[in-house]
């Protein structure tokens, strides 16, 4: 069972036997240094200063030359001299890392926040049963467990929310993305999600929880 630690806005690291992997330490998540430091891998889905932190990852790869990470092609040229150290992925990869099986999912581009703007790229991990799928809402065609589900930003909808846990199928969801809301707004989507998902749980742990199960 791998075990999910909520942190800020889209960030979240998966622990199993003793093994971490850090998803998406962005700009908003002020402990980013430290979850670096002691991860044992890092993934990152898109190159959204919320969801990379350039500087902090570049400092952390400087002091860690073994540390592994993983990240789409536009978001390990955001580190600059340090690009050549990511692996970078794209949807149908697979690969074993801090003793867990990713799948890299999705269909490779971000939501639409409007049609004015130029398109954007993005991945989706399932990691041993748990989906982040960064800012989508990209079905996978696998079974998902837990899904990390993305409740605020310029690109959400609460109606294709729904409709996304209702086609991902999880056991339950747990909220990310939510840095755009206050307690009041993280608990009106919960209202919401459950009864139009047939009673499917929605976590909101608080940053720095842990579900265990």
């Known amino acids: 069972m791998v075990a999910v630690t909520k942190h800020a806005h889209a960030t979240v690291v998966l622990g199993s036997a003793g093994c971490t992997l850090l998803l998406d330490p962005g700009v908003f998540t002020t402990n980013a240094a430290d979850l670096l430091a002691t991860a044992d891998a890092v993934l990152i ?11 902090v990852i570049s400092a952390a790869l400087a002091d860690r030359p073994e540390l592994p990470l993983y990240a789409p092609a536009a978001a390990a040229a955001l580190l600059g001299d340090l690009a050549g150290r990511a692996t970078v992925v794209t949807p149908g990869d697979t690969f074993d890392v801090a003793g867990l099986s990713v799948q890299v999912v999705g269909s ?6 409007h049609r004015d703007l130029p398109p954007m790229s993005n991945v989706g991990y399932l990691v041993d049963g748990v989906y982040h799928p960064g800012d989508s809402y990209d079905v996978p065609d696998a079974e ?11 690109w959400t909808k609460l109606g294709e929310a729904v409709d996304f846990v209702r086609a991902v199928g999880p056991r339950r969801s747990v909220q990310i993305h939510d840095g755009m809301y206050n307690e009041i707004g993280r608990g009106s989507i919960g209202n919401f999600l459950a009864p139009l998902t047939g009673g499917r749980p929605l976590l909101s742990p608080a940053p720095g929880e842990t579900i265990e199960d």
């Not at 889905?45 to 500087?55: E, G, L, N, V």
């Not at 490779?108 to 926040?113: D, E, L, P």
């Open 108 to 113: 490779g581009a971000h939501a639409v926040i």
């Open 45 to 55: 889905t898109h190159d959204h200063p919320d969801h990379i932190d350039p500087a």
């Open 144 to 154: 998902v467990d837990t899904l990390l589900l993305p409740t605020s930003g310029p």
